[in-house]
């Protein structure tokens, strides 16, 4: 897979997991609700955050996305 396609795999990612990353309200995390504070420190939005970390790390640096990064990232987005 060449450079181009590689890029274009992790920038597609990275816009599927920005679109299911849980938003919360605009209020600092100490005035924020119970029901916003739960769904921004939930398991899976903490993960959503590690792996859109290192896919921007992978952009930024020009690394290669590997098949358990994908397939860790895949699976969150089929994940409910």
Sequence with gaps: MNTLLRQAKVDELIIC????A????????????SKCVARISSDRAMQIQV????????QQN???L???LEN?????LDSK
Excluded at 22 to 33: H, I, Q
Excluded at 51 to 58: A, I, P, S, V
């Design 17 to 20: 997991l920005e679109k299911i």
């Design 22 to 33: 849980p938003k919360s309200c605009s209020k600092p995390k100490t005035e924020m609700c």
């Design 51 to 58: 792996h859109l970390k290192e896919l921007r790390d992978l």
């Design 62 to 64: 020009g690394d290669i």
């Design 66 to 68: 590997t098949t358990k």
């Design 72 to 76: 860790s990232i895949l699976e969150l």
